[in-house]
T-cell receptor, first 111, second 112 residues
């Protein structure tokens, strides 16, 4: 499976935008880029996913580099409730519920 | 809509005991899977299923069995619990293989 590299931790002030980077230099053409987050003592929660084009939903935006070797999850206005571990995951089409989690980025949000 | 329901939420076992972790989903999802999460680590895939009657091994299947007799249920069996199986276990389901996965709240298992 192609691997991803994320910073171990990041900090943000509340109400500020947050850009969470992910490197995936060995991504294949059929790999989707998925982001999940895990709040304390909870199961992971889907955030967003994309293949080539940038994507937006009610939770976040996903910016994908033109060569697809990196991507950035953008939280437009961080709140205290966004404090969580964020996982960037490559998921090949046809791999069912086979998500390969790394250690993710722990996001701290402060007042 | 309950989503993915895991029971029990907490369990303490003695070494050598067996037990079944239950997972049920009410979204008619074909794909289900089990993960374990050790402290400070990401989730690791134990077993998964692409539909009733079909299961396959993930990254860390040893010591665990699964079966999928219905679309709704995907139980995980620990045959002879070991302290190394102390972990938090998560069940997930998804409608298709490239759609979002829904996770349960987890079962925290301690083996003493």
């Amino acid at each position: 499976d192609a691997k991803t590299t994320q910073p171990n931790s990041m900090e943000s002030n509340e109400e500020e935008p947050v850009h969470l980077p992910c490197n995936h230099s060995t991504i294949s053409g059929t790999d989707y880029i998925h982001w999940y987050r895990q709040l304390p003592s909870q199961g992971p929660e889907y955030v967003i996913h994309g293949l080539t084009s940038n994507v937006n939903n009610r939770m976040a935006s996903l910016a994908i580099a033109e060569d697809r070797k990196s991507s950035t999850l953008i939280l437009h206005r961080a709140t205290l409730r966004d404090a969580a571990v964020y996982y960037c995951i490559l998921r090949d089409s046809g791999t069912a519920s086979k998500l390969t989690f790394g250690t993710g980025t722990r996001l701290q949000v402060t007042l | 809509n309950a989503g993915v329901t895991q029971t029990p939420k907490f369990q303490v076992l003695k070494t050598g005991q067996s037990m079944t972790l239950q997972c049920a989903q009410d979204m008619n999802h074909e794909y289900m899977s089990w993960y374990r999460q050790d402290p400070g680590m990401g989730l690791r895939l134990i077993h998964y299923s692409v539909g009733a009657g079909i299961t396959d091994q993930g990254e860390v299947p040893n010591g665990y069995n699964v079966s999928r007799s219905t679309t709704e249920d995907f139980p995980l069996r620990l045959l002879s619990a070991a302290p190394s199986q102390t972990s938090v276990y998560f069940c997930a389901s998804s409608y298709e293989d490239d759609t979002e996965a829904f996770f349960g709240q987890g079962t925290r298992l301690t083996v003493v």
